[in-house]
């Protein structure tokens, strides 16, 4: 990332009619949570990225009970807690028809109301992107190795 510190999508699925987002804000981490385009929750770092390069990570723990019940996320920079908190609920079913997944940029109709539809690429350089879910996702350890990432990547094909 850029010394003027770190801005931009990282992540994001889904669209202004819902969808969910991590990004940096004003040089902090965020997270989006979009609730058909009307409720937006948000969850950030306490403190900024620091600049250079580094390993940042969303956790959602969803609350279960059936659909569009809420969840707790964490964010974490380098395997460390770096932020938390709720979200009360979930978008029950699809996001969007016609706005997928992107990486470095959210190229449709913008997930938060923190960036806009241009000009929301990430100024730093994103290396890869893991996404998993159920047992998949659980881990102790909340800093994955290049080597990890490699090893799991080589197992899967």
């Known amino acids: 990332m850029q010394d003027s510190g770190a801005q931009g999508v990282i992540i994001a699925q889904g669209a202004n009619i819902g969808g969910w987002s991590l990004y940096a804000h004003q040089g902090k981490l965020k997270y989006c949570y979009n609730v058909a385009g009307v409720n937006h929750y948000f969850v950030e770092s306490t403190d900024p990225l620091p600049s250079g390069e580094h390993q940042v990570r969303m956790e959602f723990a969803y609350a279960g009970g059936g659909l569009g019940k809420g969840g707790q996320v964490t964010l974490f920079i380098?395997?460390?807690?770096?932020?938390?908190?709720?979200?009360?609920?979930?978008?029950?079913?699809?996001?969007?028809?016609?706005?997928?997944c992107d990486v470095g940029q959210d190229s449709g109709a913008p997930v938060s109301p923190d960036y806009g539809p241009a000009g929301n690429a990430f100024n730093g350089r994103v290396k890869g992107v893991q996404l998993a879910i159920a047992d998949a996702a659980e881990?102790?350890?909340?800093?994955?190795?290049?080597?990890?990432a490699m090893h799991i990547a080589m197992a899967r094909q």
């Open 139 to 148: 881990s102790v350890d909340h800093l994955v190795s290049p080597e990890q």
């Open 78 to 100: 380098d395997g460390k807690k770096a932020g938390e908190g709720s979200v009360p609920m979930t978008q029950a079913m699809v996001f969007s028809a016609d706005d997928g």
